[in-house]
T-cell receptor, first 113, second 112 residues
């Protein structure tokens, strides 16, 4: 196990609703990245937070937003849910801005109906 | 969009055989190339990673071969076991902790 924990593990939401997913980083890690993994595909980078600031973003619309807290835990918020948002959402943590590996949590499976 | 292309999409290997998965990238700024293993319902787990200053890296039964001029890298799993049956992803980034660009994945099945 990596020490990166995500909650909840599964979630069902209705189109148009809002959702908040949570991630607790591995001890000592202050950088968090979020990825979206559609069924049968590789993960796609959403954004990254370092010391509570967003410092990188992939090709996702503004309705995908995030937060990182002083204890380096993180939230991913998605507004106005669409059916295509159904996916496994992965959180990965790493140590600082240095050249260290990222470790993934088990993910949150979001289903939008 | 920066891309990493992975092949094959699926692979069936007999127990004890060699599994080979290939990836190709376009962005010459990529400087870190990890491989991840993912079981159903789980997050990706880092298997092994390589940087372009070496052409090969071996850890146990897993070997990465890297060809910088061709912008290609591959994963070799020696003595493949049924427990290796999983989906494998190659990835690339400019630094280890930065945005990872993933390949599309290879579903490996190792038959007993």
């Amino acid at each position: 196990e990596t020490g990166v924990t995500q909650s909840p593990t599964h979630l069902i939401k209705t189109r148009g609703q809002q959702v908040t997913l949570r991630c607790s980083s591995q001890s000592g890690h202050n950088t968090v990245s979020w990825y979206q993994q559609a069924l049968g595909q590789g993960p796609q980078f959403i954004f990254q937070y370092y010391r509570e600031e967003e410092n990188g973003r992939g090709n996702f619309p503004p309705r995908f937003s995030g937060l990182q807290f002083p204890n380096y835990s993180s939230e991913l918020n998605v507004n106005a849910l669409e059916l295509d948002d159904s996916a496994l959402y992965l959180c990965a943590s790493s140590k600082g801005q240095g050249d260290t590996e990222a470790f993934f949590g088990q993910g949150t499976r979001l289903t939008v109906v | 969009q920066q891309q990493v292309k992975q092949s094959p999409q699926s692979l069936i290997v007999q127990k004890g055989g060699i599994s080979i998965i290939n990836c190709a990238y376009e962005n010459t700024a990529f400087d870190y190339f990890p491989w991840y293993q993912q079981f159903p319902g789980k997050g990706p787990a880092l298997l092994i990673a390589i940087r372009p200053d070496v052409s090969e890296k071996k850890e146990g039964r897993f070997t990465i071969s890297f060809n910088k001029s061709a912008k290609q890298f591959s994963l070799h799993i020696m003595d493949s076991q049924p427990g290796d049956s999983a989906t494998y992803f190659c990835a690339a980034s400019s630094r280890a902790g930065n945005m990872l660009t993933f390949g599309g994945g290879t579903r490996l099945m190792v038959k007993p």
